[in-house]
């Protein structure tokens, strides 16, 4: 393959952090004909970033429940948008779009009052979601059998998906080597190193660093923090299941994401701190008891990785992106919905950096902070 040539009259683009959204704005602001640089402090595996460990499912109706209406409507507009980006990639990515199924024990069924309860309300605001089907016996059988004997109820989300993320990220590498984007790895870049390299290469900058760029957030403007979440991955070749299967419970809400070939995300646990250690006992223990309790083929898989990250997230939990200084944009917050809502931000961030205008970002309500039209890539 020959790399993209760049454009003349296309300003330079450097990217700090090839997480999800610096891998993906690199990927195509370099297909739109930019040159662009990319920079991140850790390793081309992804290790050091949220979107490594994620569970990388598109359920804007059931995520409804714990978001806010413009949030799960950038989900809505992500799922057609994915399979797009999808396409263009080198390398196939595991995506599905078969629903999630609902479920939680006889004694929690207050959860599920409440849980339906919030999506009635969402789909009062977004009257185009797909409606939620109350599933029971046969029908629930037909969906999931392997979960049919021990639940007898539960809630289907229809056109709800999910993708494989270690495979994305991979398949972007290989789609950014093809253009021939340099990517240079464990190169850690403050904001202020990247003002220093704009003034002499001039062009964009495009800040991705996730948690990585707390300290770019400083007290007393909006704070960036971390929400940890701990993960399991498991092999359980005596489990099937169709479709990401969420449990209701007060205490341990949980999700189980089947990717291909018996891999199960068993996830996750949501603790207000920038912790990054390894995965504690106990959240372990309670991630696996209710998998367990969902299916007990889990009894016998493997425990593949147990695994923990940070989620970037802003005060109030929704993605931001910001004007830091002239063509210089901060783009963040994406939280827990970082795979469900990227391709909206990245077309909004594209649109804006092309025209100078947020259409989409006003379309979608994505908080977009930015001073003057700057029309001009
Ligand atoms: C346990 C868990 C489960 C999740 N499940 C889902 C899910 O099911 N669906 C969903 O939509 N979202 C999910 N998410 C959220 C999603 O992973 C994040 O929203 C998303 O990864 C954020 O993307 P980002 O590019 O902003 O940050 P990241 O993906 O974290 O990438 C940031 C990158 O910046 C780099 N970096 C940091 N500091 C610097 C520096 N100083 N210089 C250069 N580079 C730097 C890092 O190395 C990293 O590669 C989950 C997250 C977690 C933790």
């Given at each position: 393959m020959t790399a993209t040539p760049s454009h003349p009259h296309l300003e330079p683009v450097l990217v700090l952090g090839a997480g999800l959204m610096g891998r993906l704005l690199a990927w195509q602001l370099a297909k739109h004909g930019h040159r662009v640089d990319l920079l991140d402090a850790g390793p081309p595996e992804g290790s050091s970033s949220a979107a490594r460990v994620a569970a990388a499912m598109l359920a804007p109706l059931a995520e409804s429940a714990v978001t806010e209406p413009n949030v799960v409507a950038m989900g809505q507009y992500a799922l057609p948008r994915w399979r797009e980006l999808l396409q263009q990639l080198p390398d196939p990515v595991f995506f599905q779009q078969q629903g999630t199924l609902v479920l939680w024990h006889r004694q929690d069924a207050a959860e599920a009052q409440r849980f339906n309860g919030l999506l009635a309300k969402t789909r009062q605001t977004l009257p185009t979601l797909p409606a939620p089907e109350n599933v029971h016996g046969a029908r629930l059988a037909s969906l999931e059998p392997a979960v049919a004997q021990r639940f007898h109820q539960g809630v289907y989300l229809p056109e709800e998906g999910q993708l494989d993320n270690r495979q994305l990220l991979q398949a972007l590498l290989k789609a950014l080597a093809q253009q021939g984007t340099v990517v240079q790895w464990h190169t850690p870049c403050t904001l202020d190193q990247a003002l220093e390299l704009q003034q002499k290469r001039g062009g964009w900058v495009l800040d991705c660093?996730?948690?990585?760029?707390q300290a770019d957030w400083?007290?007393?403007?909006?704070t960036l923090r971390g929400v940890r979440g701990e993960v399991a991955r498991l092999h359980a070749p005596g489990v099937t299941l169709q479709r990401p299967t969420r449990l209701l419970h007060p205490r341990y809400p949980i999700y189980i994401a089947p990717k291909q070939d018996h891999v199960f995300v068993i996830g996750a646990t949501e603790i207000e701190t920038n912790d990054l250690s390894p995965a504690s006992v106990r959240s372990t223990l309670e991630l696996l008891s209710a998998a367990y309790a969902v299916h007990p083929g889990f009894g016998e898989a493997r425990i593949l990785e147990l695994n923990s990250q940070c989620r970037p997230t802003l005060p109030d939990n929704l993605p931001t992106v910001r004007q830091a200084a002239p063509k210089v944009l901060q783009i963040n917050g994406l939280y827990r919905h970082g795979f469900m809502i990227s391709p909206a931000v990245l077309d909004a961030v594209v649109e804006h950096m092309h025209s100078g205008t947020q259409t989409l970002a006003a379309q979608l309500q994505l908080c977009f902070q930015v001073n003057t039209l700057q029309p001009l890539a």
């Amino acid at each position: 393959m020959t790399a993209t040539p760049s454009h003349p009259h296309l300003e330079p683009v450097l990217v700090l952090g090839a997480g999800l959204m610096g891998r993906l704005l690199a990927w195509q602001l370099a297909k739109h004909g930019h040159r662009v640089d990319l920079l991140d402090a850790g390793p081309p595996e992804g290790s050091s970033s949220a979107a490594r460990v994620a569970a990388a499912m598109l359920a804007p109706l059931a995520e409804s429940a714990v978001t806010e209406p413009n949030v799960v409507a950038m989900g809505q507009y992500a799922l057609p948008r994915w399979r797009e980006l999808l396409q263009q990639l080198p390398d196939p990515v595991f995506f599905q779009q078969q629903g999630t199924l609902v479920l939680w024990h006889r004694q929690d069924a207050a959860e599920a009052q409440r849980f339906n309860g919030l999506l009635a309300k969402t789909r009062q605001t977004l009257p185009t979601l797909p409606a939620p089907e109350n599933v029971h016996g046969a029908r629930l059988a037909s969906l999931e059998p392997a979960v049919a004997q021990r639940f007898h109820q539960g809630v289907y989300l229809p056109e709800e998906g999910q993708l494989d993320n270690r495979q994305l990220l991979q398949a972007l590498l290989k789609a950014l080597a093809q253009q021939g984007t340099v990517v240079q790895w464990h190169t850690p870049c403050t904001l202020d190193q990247a003002l220093e390299l704009q003034q002499k290469r001039g062009g964009w900058v495009l800040d991705c660093r996730g948690l990585g760029a707390q300290a770019d957030w400083p007290i007393p403007g909006p704070t960036l923090r971390g929400v940890r979440g701990e993960v399991a991955r498991l092999h359980a070749p005596g489990v099937t299941l169709q479709r990401p299967t969420r449990l209701l419970h007060p205490r341990y809400p949980i999700y189980i994401a089947p990717k291909q070939d018996h891999v199960f995300v068993i996830g996750a646990t949501e603790i207000e701190t920038n912790d990054l250690s390894p995965a504690s006992v106990r959240s372990t223990l309670e991630l696996l008891s209710a998998a367990y309790a969902v299916h007990p083929g889990f009894g016998e898989a493997r425990i593949l990785e147990l695994n923990s990250q940070c989620r970037p997230t802003l005060p109030d939990n929704l993605p931001t992106v910001r004007q830091a200084a002239p063509k210089v944009l901060q783009i963040n917050g994406l939280y827990r919905h970082g795979f469900m809502i990227s391709p909206a931000v990245l077309d909004a961030v594209v649109e804006h950096m092309h025209s100078g205008t947020q259409t989409l970002a006003a379309q979608l309500q994505l908080c977009f902070q930015v001073n003057t039209l700057q029309p001009l890539a």
